[in-house]
T-cell receptor
Framework: EAQVTQNPRYLITVTGKKLTVTCSQN?????MSWYRQDPGLGLRQIYY???????DKGDVPEGYKVSRKEKRNFPLILESPSPNQTSLYFC?????????????FGEGSRLTVL | RKEVEQDPGPFNVPEGATVAFNCTYS??????FFWYRQDCRKEPKLLMS???SGNEDGRFTAQLNRASQYISLLIRDSKLSDSATYLC???????????FGTGTRLQVTL
């Protein structure tokens, strides 16, 4: 089954404790992206990757890091989480080239930073 | 001003009604548009693409007006299962970027 898998789905952590949210897709997609979704602000892009070893900042990259060492994986790293990073996070992927607009999303990771 | 703007709603309509949402965009370089559906606490999923003037798929019709820079989504014969948040999305090819609106919530009632 074609899918984007995120882990963990739910996480409560404390300020300053490094964490990683993993994302894996099995569709051989070139493009992958991370979004956060907050009430009243909608989906905002954190980082994206056009292909292996190619990453770039989105609209709200501060406090986050990513890496793309393999095509299928695109982990999101919070080196020192803060309460303002409490949010619902989505990983998404799509084919490269001409944009079809169809992003495939993971089920989301709800993060709470105390 | 947000690049893609939507009325947050909620739109409360009875089953069987026709409902329309509008979405305005500010970036004239946006090339194509999409409507996504998001159920509560779930991931967004593509509903329709709008590449030229419009698109129709069953009960759903999407239209694009480039002169006025808005996109609309019309849902006919609303079903209870249509209750969700509908996200308007613009694509800008030069930046290979998808920009999401904040969504319009629809609640269909008996």
């Amino acid at each position: 089954e074609a899918q984007v898998t995120q882990n963990p789905r739910y996480l409560i952590t404390v300020t300053g404790k490094k964490l990683t949210v993993t994302c894996s897709q099995n569709m051989n997609h070139e493009y992958m992206s991370w979004y956060r979704q907050d009430p009243g602000l909608g989906l905002r892009q954190i980082y994206y990757s056009m292909n292996v070893e190619v990453t770039d900042k989105g609209d709200v990259p501060e406090g986050y890091k990513v890496s793309r060492k393999e095509k299928r994986n695109f982990p999101l790293i919070l080196e020192s989480p803060s309460p303002n990073q409490t949010s619902l996070y989505f990983c998404a992927s799509r084919m490269g080239g001409r944009n079809t607009g169809e992003l495939f999303f993971g089920e989301g990771s709800r993060l709470t930073v105390l | 001003r947000k690049e893609v703007e939507q009325d947050p709603g909620p739109f409360n309509v009875p089953e069987g009604a026709t409902v329309a949402f509008n979405c305005t965009y500010s970036n004239s370089a946006s090339q194509s548009f999409f409507w996504y559906r998001q159920d509560c606490r779930k991931e967004p999923k593509l509903l329709m693409s709008v590449y030229s003037s419009g698109n129709e798929d069953g009960r759903f019709t999407a239209q694009l007006n480039r002169a006025s820079q808005y996109i609309s989504l019309l849902i006919r014969d609303s079903k209870l299962s249509d209750s969700a948040t509908y996200l308007c999305v613009g694509y800008t090819g030069t930046a290979s970027k998808l920009t999401f609106g904040t969504g319009t919530r629809l609640q269909v009632t008996l």
